[in-house]
């Protein structure tokens, strides 16, 4: 690779990134999110960095290899329940763990993990945790770095619509329990601390008569019902769930948990209307296109374990999303996280485009930012604590990473931010 500046000597490890990439021409509506799985892995050791890309070799995909073109359709439906698996393509195609010794690729519509070898990035195939997983797991499982516990749910179209569980260091699973939900239910992430899971129950969800007569996923918000927070003991019974009711709207991504004394803060990405009418001049584009156009609000929610009290409050309204933190500081309490701007219509936005780095103060609401530049857009960008960091030291000293495309060039790079001087 050419490196331009010095790499970290301290900046040890991989950044590895997830994300659509489609193999063959779709069946139906192409959706953005409907590309197959591709990895694309940026390793760094002695201040030298190698690259490594390959797709997830999903059963569907071998499939597909097979008869040299898709068989499934994408998300825009209709759902083929004919087919085997999955009624659309599970892609794997949404985020990356590192858990037990291995990476974890996972989808958005709670699919298949699939276990990948994090130095080749070569499949072997769905992990099935010793033949024990009997259901699919959520886009956003997540890992406790300080037990090495994975905490999951999953969700589907059938009662009690969804299901929690946790999986030990070692691979097994040790904890399942099923969660009533009033009906089928489109959550994304989940929250955690030390001794509590945060579950999510939004007023967003599918028609179902549509789908069932049309076999089309049509998403609508009810700003009439409120949102639900389930916090649940980390290895508590379905009777053990405490549900808080709190203003309607959609999250989208969690940034972080923790507890204080009797209350359980959860920081997010707040939507507040996340269903968007389709502008008409975007034509056959038009659906897809209104459901990446969003408003997204750095948020805070406080739950009384003890007196059931619910409190929440707008930190800033600058438009960012898909926000990391120190890894080592998740499931306590945190300062920092970095996100990304998405500029809205009225500042010149169309889609989920991210034009900058923003490095937040949770507590205050004040950012530094960092502009990547005209026609040059980010993802997700990770912490990379300094080699040999501990829990113990400064939440800020790393790097953060994140990989830009240049639309003018199609150049992309990754870049690496000194976390406590972003500025």
Known sequence: LEVIGDLPADLCGAYIRNSPV????????????????????????????????KWIRTKALLKEQEAGASIWPGIMGPFDFSLPYFPIKDSSNTDIIYYNGKLLSLWYNAGEPYHIDPLTLDTYGPETFDGHLKHTLSAHSKVDLNTGELLFFTYGNKAPYMTYGVASPLGELVHEVPIDLPGPRLPHDLGFTPNYTI??????????????????????????????????PRFGDSDAVTWFECDPCYLLHVINCWEEGDWIVM??????????????????????????????QLYRWQFNLKTGEVREHLVDDLNTEFPMINPLYGGRRSQFTYNQYIPLLEDGGRTLKFEALVKYHTDTGTYERWDYGPGI????????????????????????????TDVSTWRSECLIFDAGALS
């Open 22 to 53: 489609p193999v063959h021409k779709p069946v139906n509506r192409y959706h953005a999110y409907d590309g197959d799985g591709m990895l694309q892995g940026v390793y760094f050791r002695d201040g030298k960095a190698s690259y490594a890309n």
């Open 199 to 232: 579950l999510h129950d939004f007023p967003v969800f599918q028609d179902e008569a549509v789908f069932k007569q049309a076999g089309k996923r049509i998403v609508r918000f009810h700003p009439d019902v409120p949102t639900r927070y389930g916090i649940i």
């Open 267 to 296: 920081d997010g990405c707040r939507q507040p209307d996340p269903v968007n009418k389709p502008d008409a001049a975007d034509g056959d584009l038009a659906s897809m296109l209104a459901q990446r156009r969003r408003v997204f």
């Open 377 to 404: 857009y980010g993802s997700e960008a990770p912490f990379a604590p300094r080699l040999g960091a501990a829990a113990a030291d400064a939440e800020d000293d790393g790097y953060v990473l994140t990989m830009t």
